[in-house]
């Protein structure tokens, strides 16, 4: 696992990303971007979305709802959004 740039995965839909993405990360599976999470009022809840990318027509969108107890955040529930 390695964090990278948005500029790295910024223009996903020219012709070539994809192979120009693995040319620079070659041992890649691809990447995920993950958006900062949306508090409820009580800030108990939040909802995360999770976007995997791995070339073409290979990928999946994931909604992540989390639950704050008094251990910390657990994962409460997982939503599919779209797959590719």
Known sequence: TAMIR???V??????????QFRARFPDTSG????TR???DDARKVAVIYVAHRCG?????GTLVRLERTS??????GI???WVS
């Open 6 to 8: 948005e500029e790295d």
């Open 10 to 19: 910024s223009a996903p839909f020219t012709l070539d990303w994809w192979s």
């Open 79 to 81: 939503q599919g959004v």
């Open 31 to 34: 990447y995920m971007r993950i």
């Open 71 to 76: 251990r910390g955040w657990r994962v409460a």
């Open 37 to 39: 999470p949306v508090l």
């Open 56 to 60: 073409g027509l290979c990928g999946t």
